[in-house]
Structures are given as C-alpha cells and as structure tokens.
C-alpha cells in the first residue's frame, strides 16, 4: 500500500487550501469495516462510506481497501474489494477535500448545523478543488 501517495497529496491539498482552513491528521484502517467499528458508526447496506472525519480528533480516516457493491446486467449483486492503492490522485483529493470541508463548515457553524453535514456541498467543495488543482497542475 503506498499510503505516502495519500500524504503527499493531502500535503498538496493543505499548502493550496487558504492557511485559516482546518488542517487534519490522516488515519488508516484495514477497511471499511474496522474503520466503522473503530469509529462506532453504523451505515445502511447500500451505503459506501469512503473516509470519515472526526472532528474531536482533527482526523480524517481512510479505509486500505474499499469494497464496492455492484448489480451485474443478471440483477446478480457482486462485491468488489478494490486496494486504495487503484484510486485514482483525483479521486483520492477529492475525498480529502470532501472532509476537509466537512470540518470547516462544523468549525464555521458547529458540529451539529446543516452545513456540516451538507453530504452535496462538501461533493461541491471537492469538485471545484480538484478542477483548480488540476488547472494548475498540482496533481
Ligand atoms: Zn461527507
């Protein structure tokens, strides 16, 4: 696993990110699974949860290893474990940026207001990011 990769691009994001936002620590686990446990959350079946932030701790924890549910064409549901490892820079940054905003917005408006856990302007934040990052050829 090259979990260096992961903190060189957050290094990336945190040097480009205006100096006032949250900086946060980064945490591994094995899986999903652990990850959750470890964190005592619960999500729905038809839930993938790619990073989880913790805002008592300033960390961002990240699963080594994803797994993806998907329906094949025969309505066959299948599992796929994919290693962190096949993420995409992109993709990756854009998780990074998702929960980065996540504890800005809780820092802004506290931990329980409806921009912290605004799911679709955290997808926003990540998107306009790593666009501009891109643009200036960060990643
Ligand atoms: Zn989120």
Same mark, same amino acid.
């Given at each position: 696993?090259n979990?260096?990769?992961? &903190?060189?691009?957050y $290094?990336?994001i945190?040097d480009?990110l205006?100096?006032?936002y949250? *900086?946060?620590?980064?945490?591994?686990?094995? $899986? %999903? @699974?652990?990850?959750? =446990?470890? %964190?005592?959350m619960k999500?729905?079946?038809? @839930?993938? /949860?790619?990073?989880?932030? !913790?805002?008592d701790t300033?960390t961002?924890? +990240?699963?080594?290893?994803m797994?993806? @549910?998907?329906?094949?064409?025969?309505g066959q549901?299948? $599992?796929? /474990?994919?290693?962190? !490892?096949?993420?995409s820079?992109?993709e990756?940054?854009?998780?990074l +940026? &998702? %929960?980065?905003?996540h504890l800005?917005?809780? @820092?802004r408006?506290?931990?329980s207001? *409806?921009?912290?856990? !605004?799911?679709?302007?955290c997808?926003?934040?990540g %998107?306009?990011? /790593?666009?501009?990052? *891109? *643009? =200036?050829? +960060?990643?």
């Amino acid at each position: 696993m090259n979990i260096k990769r992961i &903190h060189d691009l957050y $290094n990336l994001i945190k040097d480009r990110l205006p100096s006032t936002y949250p *900086k946060a620590r980064l945490a591994f686990f094995e $899986n %999903e @699974e652990h990850m959750l =446990e470890r %964190e005592n959350m619960k999500v729905g079946a038809d @839930e993938s /949860v790619y990073a989880i932030v !913790d805002p008592d701790t300033s960390t961002i924890s +990240l699963p080594l290893k994803m797994t993806f @549910e998907y329906t094949a064409k025969d309505g066959q549901i299948y $599992n796929k /474990v994919v290693s962190i !490892d096949k993420i995409s820079d992109e993709e990756i940054c854009h998780t990074l +940026l &998702h %929960e980065s905003f996540h504890l800005l917005m809780g @820092e802004r408006y506290g931990y329980s207001s *409806k921009q912290y856990s !605004d799911e679709k302007g955290c997808d926003k934040f990540g %998107e306009r990011w /790593v666009k501009k990052m *891109k *643009k =200036e050829k +960060l990643i």
